[in-house]
C-alpha cells in the first residue's frame, strides 16, 4: 500500500481542492499559499486517507488490469469494425480511473497503468479520448495538463462549471456524453469506477472499475 496521500474524492472537490491543485500547478504561487489554507487541506484529506487505507495498492491494480483485460479485446474488434466516416470516441473518468487519485499526492498524478494502456491503443488507432469529471472548472486546466504528461491525448475535457454544480453527478455526466455524440462521435466505451459514471446510456459498451463500495473516490 502506497504512503502517499490522496487528492481527489467526489465528495471533497471543490474550493479546497482547487487551491491545492492549482498551488501545486504553478510553483510560484504554491509559495504563497498561507497556513490556513494547508491545514484546511490537510483536514479535508484525512477522510479520503481512511478510505484508501482499507485498500490495497496491489490488489486495486490487479482488479483494474482484470476490467480492462476485458475492455481491451471488446476494442480492438470494435475499432476493427470501425465504419466509414465514423468517428470513435472512448470516455473516462479521472479520479481512479485515468490517474491514481486516492494512492498518491503528487502533481502530476500518476496514469492508472491499465487504463492507460488500453487508452494508447485506443488513440494509436485514431479513436479520441475525452474525459468526464466532476472536478470544478477552477482546476480544468491543470487537470489537463497532468493527462497529458502521463501519455493521454486529449480530445476534449469536461470539467463542471457553477450551473454544472446544481445537477447531480450522474445527470451532469450523461448529458457531456450527449454533447459528445452531438459532436459527431460514436462512443464504443465508457470507463469509470463509479455507477454515476457509467448511468444514464450513450455509450455502446461500460466497464465499471473497482471502487470498493464507495472507498474510492
Request: contains cysteine.
Amino acid at each position: 500500500m502506497s504512503s502517499r496521500r490522496p487528492w481527489a474524492r467526489h465528495t471533497a472537490v471543490g474550493a479546497v481542492a482547487a487551491a491545492a491543485l492549482v498551488a501545486l500547478a504553478v510553483p510560484a504561487e504554491a509559495a504563497t499559499t498561507s497556513a490556513t489554507t494547508s491545514t484546511t487541506s490537510q483536514s479535508a484529506s484525512t477522510t479520503a486517507t481512511a478510505a484508501a487505507a482499507k485498500v490495497d495498492y496491489a490488489t486495486w491494480q490487479a482488479d483494474c488490469q482484470a476490467v480492462m483485460d476485458q475492455a481491451l479485446p471488446y476494442l480492438k474488434t470494435r475499432i476493427a469494425a470501425t465504419k466509414p466516416g465514423e468517428k470513435q470516441a472512448i470516455v473516462l473518468d479521472i479520479d481512479n480511473t485515468a490517474l491514481e487519485s486516492d494512492f498518491g499526492f503528487s502533481y502530476p498524478a500518476p496514469a492508472n497503468k491499465p487504463v492507460l494502456n488500453v487508452a494508447k491503443y485506443a488513440q494509436e488507432h485514431g479513436v479520441s479520448l475525452f474525459f468526464v469529471t466532476a472536478r470544478p472548472d477552477i482546476i480544468g486546466s491543470a487537470t489537463e495538463y497532468n493527462l497529458k504528461q502521463v501519455g493521454y491525448q486529449v480530445s476534449g475535457l469536461y470539467v463542471r462549471n457553477f450551473i454544472d454544480l446544481f445537477k447531480d453527478v450522474a445527470t451532469y455526466k450523461t448529458d457531456k456524453r450527449v454533447d459528445i455524440e452531438n459532436k459527431g462521435y460514436t462512443i464504443i466505451a465508457n470507463i469509470g469506477n463509479s455507477a454515476t459514471d457509467l448511468s444514464g446510456g450513450h455509450a455502446e459498451k461500460t466497464f465499471k472499475l473497482p471502487d470498493y463500495d464507495g472507498q474510492l473516490s
